[in-house]
């Protein structure tokens, strides 16, 4: 089982600010999640600093990472809706890669995000809290034109379709 060892203070020697990339398609099965985890693999190896945010409900790149969905007690959910904070969500791997993991509990974004006003920017506003711990975040968007696609899409600075 993997431990909660993110830890602020050890991460952080300077202020930064990470390079944010999604990745993204409309269509599933088209290698993002294996794109995402083999570009967080190569910059971990040049020691970068990576994240990885696992924003798709299916939960493929926190498998991808060694981790066990079922074995872990909190997500990326967590830290959007129910206001925990990334220090208790993020995992480091086995790999040197850090993880914020998905959950099914991400299907049921849309109905709660549909009334609020901000509904596109809210992993954006997030992300801000923790970006000058990481030299890059990572973010594996779900397939389709859903608002977690956009959410993914509005935070990052790059894209790689």
Known sequence: MFKNIFNKQAIAQEKKSALTIAFAHHKGGIGKTTSCLNVAGWLVKFGKKVLVIDFDPQGNATTGLGVDRHSIDSSIYNVLFEHKDFNEIILETDSGVYLAPASLDLLAVEPQLINQADKTAILKKKLAEIQQYF????????????????NGIVAAENIII
Not at 135 to 150: K, R
């Open 135 to 150: 030299d890059y975040i990572l973010i594996d968007t779900p397939p389709g034109s859903t608002l977690l696609m956009i």
